[in-house]
């Protein structure tokens, strides 16, 4: 065999071998297509508060619904979210912020629901409401932007959203989030959970540490009381905003254990 040809077989061998690492990297992460994951959004937002996480999902192979709650009371935001999971084949990872914590405590005792994950989220125990979550405990620098009108509504002043709410967003992108803001009943705050599934049900928790709506140590508090498997994020109140990559991380990883 030449020279010439030598190196020719040579140089097909290594390209060949590139390629096949190659393809192995692009195929190593998981397929997890299969599974769905339902997306509960709190108060003061909509399901659009997702939609930068929402791509990173689907590049897994997971299958994504937004929910859009009504914010008028626990049953009503319940029973939206339990549409949403009735809907779907296969296993639901049932993942809820914020206020979407309680509907998820409350929707997601089902057999279809395999897993929880919770991000800055409420988490009552069954028979407790949020109010009882943070009785005799201090108001945050956003609760107190929060108002009330006369149909016993609450928003949260522009005040509150820029500063309070989504401090680590663009200040232009914060205001949309006021002006597009769903207005939330006060009574659901007095709404106890019934059986929390959390109780029978594998959870994880993401803490986000710049938290000025509820403080970063009571979600921890939350966290370790219903054995949640615990990431940190330095983020605002929104991570699956201003962190959509380590919110979704959390997901995958719940959705990963119930394939």
Known sequence: MNRQLKRCLASALLLGSAFSLNAAHAASPQDLKGTNVVL???????GSSW???IPL???????????????????????????????????????????????????GNGDRVKALVYVAALVPDSGESVNDLFKGMPATPGAREIKKDSANFLT?????VV????????????????????P????ALDDKVGTAAWHKKPSWYLVANEDRMIDPHAEEAMAKQIGATTTHVDSSHVPMLSQPKAVA????AAASKVQ
């Open 184 to 187: 939330w009943f006060a009574g």
């Open 156 to 160: 949260l002043s522009t005040n509150g």
């Open 57 to 107: 999902l689907e590049a897994r192979g997971l299958h994504v619904v937004s929910v859009q709650n009504p914010l008028s009371s626990l049953a009503d935001d319940t029973a939206a979210t339990q549409r949403a999971i009735d809907q779907q084949t296969g296993p639901v990872v049932l993942v809820g912020h914020s206020w979407g914590g309680a509907v998820i405590t409350q929707a």
């Open 40 to 46: 509960v959004h709190g108060a003061f937002a909509d």
């Open 249 to 252: 991380d959390a997901i995958i």
């Open 51 to 53: 939609d930068k996480v």
């Open 163 to 182: 500063n309070d709410f989504a401090q680590d967003l663009p200040p232009a992108q914060a205001r949309i989030l006021a002006a597009t803001q769903g």
